[in-house]
């Protein structure tokens, strides 16, 4: 069995039948985009064409927003006057792109304009006291924020003090109390009427923009589009009419600094997409700003210089390649830790020192993709005695209340529903895991964890063409509130599957749904592929694409979560036992061998248990501590192996039957090798076995292990005695069949067990123990 990541949830289509069928008769789309449309509200003719193609009419007024009016008029009071006006932007790509917009559109206008750039190390998120201080003394007589500011009390309180308004353009949540900034434009400030309230920072930038220069400054769209998508924010209303409009854009970006970046990324401009700007060109925006100064990304967005662009799209390559390099490593360490803990845990709290705060967020966000369950990750910092890091979550818990829970415990924090950042005096990480973890218990969320899916669609056959899918992307980009569609491919067979990527990281395989095979490919699955053998049943969920290779188009299903239902069996047989079944954590090993026992308990990992059963009434009382069955040696009898399979309920099963005795091979003796053997013994007196057995064996023509045998069965049925190592006859012995001594019927038991659980094929194997296990039941 594997279980899903993630909780899966279906769709019911049945409400919508009849209306699916109408609109898709009166427009002339499959009834499966009908359907996709209909989940995102999409329910007339007119809301379907309106969000397929988009026109400027939803692009709103800026001058709605609050304090727009007021901050345009400022700011063209500084440029009259030639007062040096600071953009203070953020260090995400949101941020980088909301200043790059300001800053190019204030040059349009001829001001005296700089930009400032907080670090994440020295100055923090948004507006920073020393920082606003010391950009005053160098000549700042107005600053604009983008991107932050409407928690920037402290320092626009001492801006104000020292003469210098301060203009806050943001889009995060708003506090209860407002700074006493010259502007606040928000799209959500409760005294505004702007319609759309989910603009990103870029997007409040942008039309700021459009404001002070009296139109749309269409050139800036590229922008638009990068900091939108890359800052997660909802892809319906304006933003969907902003990023459609933006992709567009960056096909055909003038922008140097960006076409170095696409070329270094190997991003084709031709194929780009909200992909593209979300897992490639997006990060390496991030990137500097992760690990340092983000100033960079702003001069590679707003560079004219050729050389500058090629030097600075290499600098920031080389910052996502180290971001990278640490994600990983932090990563790894983290699941490291994982395997360590051995009590369940609802809620992960991860600190260790010298672990890179800039990142944490990230490794956080793979943490919970691969438990299902909230996770802090912490950088311990010894010499200030607290712990500083990110933490990310899944729909059923709300990290910002549950920290606000444990506020007394931490240092200082913030954040929202799905993520937080915080800093921790290191005496209260414990206390903070122990108290996250009551929070999900009294919130009863203990247990239910796992990040909900929605799945759109069970795939039919009839819905696995390149029409279908280039149909569903009319309703690109894609992204929050506008997801790609996700579908369900339910107990499809797995014809072929493979591991690829450099380190085997990565899942290929080939699944059967009706006549149809469709190429599947999972990123971070090939973990997997050791627990999927070829032929085995499962459910995956994902999404369809096309995969264009030579000009040759074909659909790709790219899976996100796996599930096989039962119980699951893997053949580990060989002439020796592969070091791989050692790795199996949280399992049960069964050993019927004490010398296998002696010799191999030790390579066992630490959360497993080694059992050692040499009885019947071992074998009928062994009880699961686990839920993976790891059958490592072959039982002396079948008996002895449908005991210890009886009232226990594995969801997996791992089998080497690991033999060193090759009963089967070997086989009986022949009547003819036992009569030789007796008439041998009859003519000779006081033969010396103890010390002779191997003469004795070459005499009769026969292996020593086989001798002993036929000696022992026998000694069993009275034929002959042994006295100190000296065998003989017994003088008319009693008629007894040699099949009825008690050797000889444990070595056709074990001749049976290896026949049926060495050398059979797996398929009847695993059927063999799940009969046992369904009678068990």
Same mark, same amino acid.
């Given at each position: 069995?594997?279980?899903?990541?993630?909780?899966?949830?279906?769709?019911?289509?049945?409400?919508?039948?009849?209306?699916?069928?109408?609109?898709?008769?009166?427009?002339?789309?499959?009834?499966?985009?009908?359907?996709?449309?209909?989940?995102?509200?999409?329910?007339?003719?007119?809301?379907?064409?309106?969000?397929?193609?988009?026109?400027?009419?939803?692009?709103?007024?800026?001058?709605?927003?609050?304090?727009?009016?007021?901050?345009?008029?400022?700011?063209?009071?500084?440029?009259?006057?030639?007062?040096?006006?600071?953009?203070?932007?953020?260090?995400?790509?949101?941020?980088?792109?909301?200043?790059?917009?300001?800053?190019?559109?204030?040059?349009?206008?001829?001001?005296?304009?700089?930009?400032?750039?907080?670090?994440?190390?020295?100055?923090?998120?948004?507006?920073?006291?020393?920082?606003?201080?010391?950009?005053?003394?160098?000549?700042?007589?107005?600053?604009?924020?983008?991107?932050?500011?409407?928690?920037?009390?402290?320092?626009?309180?001492?801006?104000?003090?020292?003469?210098?308004?301060?203009?806050?353009?943001?889009?995060?949540?708003?506090?209860?109390?407002?700074?006493?900034?010259?502007?606040?434009?928000?799209?959500?400030?409760?005294?505004?009427?702007?319609?759309?309230?989910?603009?990103?920072?870029?997007?409040?930038?942008?039309?700021?923009?459009?404001?002070?220069?009296?139109?749309?400054?269409?050139?800036?769209?590229?922008?638009?589009? *990068?900091? +939108?998508?890359? $800052?997660?924010?909802? &892809?319906?209303? !304006?933003?969907?009419?902003?990023?459609?409009? =933006? #992709?567009? @854009?960056?096909?055909?970006?003038?922008?140097?600094?960006?076409?170095?970046?696409?070329?270094?990324?190997?991003?084709?401009?031709?194929?780009?997409?909200?992909?593209?700007?979300?897992?490639?060109?997006?990060?390496?925006?991030?990137?500097?700003?992760?690990?340092?100064?983000?100033?960079?990304?702003?001069?590679?967005?707003?560079?004219?210089?050729?050389?500058?662009?090629?030097?600075?799209?290499?600098?920031?390559?080389?910052?996502?390649?180290?971001?990278?390099?640490?994600?990983?490593?932090?990563?790894?360490?983290?699941?490291?830790?994982?395997?360590? *803990?051995? +009590?369940?845990? $609802?809620?992960?709290? &991860?600190?260790? !020192?010298?672990?890179?705060?800039?990142?944490? =967020? #990230?490794? @956080?966000?793979?943490?919970?993709?691969?438990?299902?369950?909230?996770?802090?990750?912490?950088?311990?910092?010894?010499?200030?005695?607290?712990?500083?890091?990110?933490?990310?979550?899944?729909?059923?818990?709300?990290?910002?209340?549950?920290?606000?829970?444990?506020?007394?415990?931490?240092?200082?924090?913030?954040?929202?529903?799905?993520?937080?950042?915080?800093?921790?005096?290191?005496?209260?990480?414990?206390?903070?895991?122990?108290?996250?973890?009551?929070?999900?218990?009294?919130?009863?969320?203990?247990?239910?964890?796992?990040?909900?899916?929605?799945?759109?669609?069970?795939?039919?056959?009839?819905?696995?063409?390149?029409?279908?899918?280039?149909?569903?992307?009319?309703?690109?980009?894609?992204?929050?509130?506008?997801?790609?569609?996700?579908?369900?491919?339910?107990?499809?067979?797995?014809?072929?599957?493979?591991?690829?990527?450099?380190?085997?990281?990565?899942?290929?395989?080939?699944?059967?749904?009706?006549?149809?095979?469709?190429?599947?490919?999972?990123?971070?699955?090939?973990?997997?592929?050791?627990?999927?053998?070829?032929?085995?049943?499962?459910?995956?969920?994902?999404?369809?694409?096309?995969?264009?290779?030579?000009?040759?188009?074909?659909?790709?299903?790219?899976?996100?979560?796996?599930?096989?239902?039962?119980?699951?069996?893997?053949?580990?047989?060989?002439?020796?036992?592969?070091?791989?079944?050692?790795?199996?954590?949280?399992?049960?090993?069964?050993?019927?061998?004490?010398?296998?026992?002696?010799?191999?308990?030790?390579?066992?990992?630490?959360?497993?248990?080694?059992?050692?059963?040499?009885?019947?009434?071992?074998?009928?009382?062994?009880?699961?501590?686990?839920?993976?069955?790891?059958?490592?040696?072959?039982?002396?009898?079948?008996?002895?192996?449908?005991?210890?399979?009886?009232?226990?309920?594995?969801?997996?099963?791992?089998?080497?039957?690991?033999?060193?005795?090759?009963?089967?091979?070997?086989?009986?003796?022949?009547?003819?090798?036992?009569?030789?053997?007796?008439?041998?013994?009859?003519?000779?007196?006081?033969?010396?076995?103890?010390?002779?057995?191997?003469?004795?064996?070459?005499?009769?023509?026969?292996?020593?292990?086989?001798?002993?045998?036929?000696?022992?069965?026998?000694?069993?049925?009275?034929?002959?005695?042994?006295?100190?190592?000296?065998?003989?006859?017994?003088?008319?012995?009693?008629?007894?069949?040699?099949?009825?001594?008690?050797?000889?019927?444990?070595?056709?038991?074990?001749?049976?067990?290896?026949?049926?659980?060495?050398?059979?094929?797996?398929?009847?194997?695993?059927?063999?123990?799940?009969?046992?296990?369904?009678?068990?039941?």
């Amino acid at each position: 069995m594997i279980k899903a990541r993630m909780k899966w949830k279906l769709v019911n289509e049945e409400q919508h039948k009849p209306l699916i069928k109408e609109l898709a008769e009166q427009l002339s789309y499959s009834p499966l985009f009908i359907s996709l449309c209909l989940q995102r509200g999409l329910d007339t003719e007119e809301k379907i064409k309106s969000f397929i193609q988009p026109t400027e009419e939803g692009i709103h007024d800026p001058f709605l927003m609050h304090d727009m009016e007021r901050a345009v008029a400022r700011i063209m009071m500084a440029v009259e006057n030639g007062d040096k006006i600071v953009i203070y932007g953020d260090y995400d790509a949101d941020g980088v792109t909301s200043t790059s917009v300001l800053l190019e559109t204030l040059e349009m206008i001829g001001a005296n304009v700089d930009f400032y750039i907080p670090n994440r190390f020295t100055d923090g998120y948004g507006p920073n006291t020393k920082a606003f201080k010391k950009l005053i003394q160098e000549g700042c007589q107005l600053i604009v924020t983008c991107d932050n500011g409407v928690s920037g009390h402290e320092a626009i309180q001492k801006a104000n003090e020292l003469g210098v308004d301060v203009i806050v353009t943001d889009h995060h949540e708003l506090p209860e109390q407002l700074p006493q900034a010259y502007a606040v434009v928000h799209p959500r400030h409760p005294e505004g009427h702007y319609p759309f309230g989910d603009l990103a920072g870029v997007g409040v930038a942008f039309k700021v923009a459009t404001a002070l220069l009296g139109e749309m400054p269409v050139e800036l769209l590229d922008l638009v589009a *990068i900091g +939108t998508i890359a $800052d997660l924010v909802s &892809l319906r209303d !304006e933003n969907r009419v902003l990023a459609m409009q =933006g #992709i567009e @854009a960056l096909k055909q970006t003038q922008r140097i600094g960006l076409n170095a970046l696409y070329e270094i990324a190997n991003v084709n401009k031709n194929d780009l997409s909200e992909e593209s700007v979300g897992f490639i060109i997006g990060p390496r925006l991030n990137a500097p700003g992760r690990l340092g100064d983000a100033s960079p990304a702003v001069k590679l967005l707003t560079t004219f210089d050729d050389s500058e662009a090629q030097s600075i799209a290499q600098f920031i390559q080389s910052k996502n390649e180290e971001r990278q390099k640490y994600v990983k490593q932090i990563t790894d360490e983290a699941f490291d830790m994982l395997e360590e *803990i051995d +009590t369940e845990t $609802d809620v992960y709290v &991860l600190a260790k !020192e010298g672990w890179h705060e800039g990142v944490l =967020g #990230i490794v @956080a966000s793979k943490v919970v993709g691969k438990t299902g369950k909230p996770t802090i990750v912490l950088n311990i910092d010894q010499a200030n005695g607290t712990a500083k890091g990110s933490g990310r979550s899944v729909q059923a818990f709300h990290l910002y209340e549950a920290l606000d829970t444990v506020r007394p415990l931490t240092a200082a924090f913030g954040g929202h529903h799905m993520a937080a950042g915080l800093t921790v005096p290191l005496e209260n990480i414990e206390k903070i895991q122990a108290k996250l973890n009551e929070y999900a218990v009294t919130q009863q969320v203990a247990g239910e964890m796992g990040e909900e899916v929605q799945i759109d669609k069970v795939l039919e056959i009839s819905d696995l063409t390149v029409d279908a899918i280039e149909e569903i992307n009319q309703l690109a980009p894609f992204g929050t509130d506008n997801p790609k569609p996700t579908f369900l491919l339910d107990d499809v067979e797995v014809q072929s599957i493979r591991k690829i990527g450099a380190d085997g990281t990565h899942l290929k395989m080939s699944v059967q749904l009706d006549q149809y095979l469709l190429d599947s490919i999972g990123f971070g699955f090939g973990e997997l592929v050791d627990k999927i053998p070829e032929k085995t049943v499962l459910s995956t969920i994902g999404k369809l694409e096309i995969n264009e290779w030579n000009g040759a188009r074909k659909l790709q299903f790219r899976v996100e979560d796996v599930a096989v239902k039962g119980i699951q069996c893997f053949d580990y047989r060989g002439t020796q036992i592969p070091e791989t079944l050692w790795k199996n954590e949280q399992a049960d090993f069964v050993f019927f061998d004490p010398e296998n026992h002696m010799r191999f308990k030790d390579k066992i990992h630490h959360s497993s248990k080694s059992h050692n059963v040499q009885t019947r009434k071992e074998a009928k009382e062994f009880k699961m501590e686990n839920k993976h069955l790891i059958l490592v040696d072959c039982p002396p009898s079948m008996t002895m192996l449908s005991l210890v399979l009886e009232d226990n309920q594995p969801e997996n099963i791992s089998y080497s039957f690991y033999s060193s005795s090759n009963d089967y091979l070997e086989g009986m003796p022949s009547r003819e090798k036992f009569a030789e053997t007796y008439k041998f013994i009859r003519s000779h007196q006081n033969i010396d076995v103890k010390n002779q057995l191997s003469i004795l064996a070459k005499t009769l023509n026969i292996k020593e292990n086989r001798l002993i045998f036929i000696i022992q069965v026998f000694f069993e049925v009275g034929f002959v005695k042994i006295d100190n190592g000296l065998l003989n006859q017994i003088e008319n012995p009693e008629k007894k069949d040699l099949t009825q001594a008690l050797t000889y019927q444990k070595k056709l038991q074990r001749i049976s067990a290896e026949e049926k659980l060495v050398y059979s094929h797996s398929w009847e194997v695993d059927k063999w123990l799940l009969q046992q296990l369904s009678t068990g039941e």
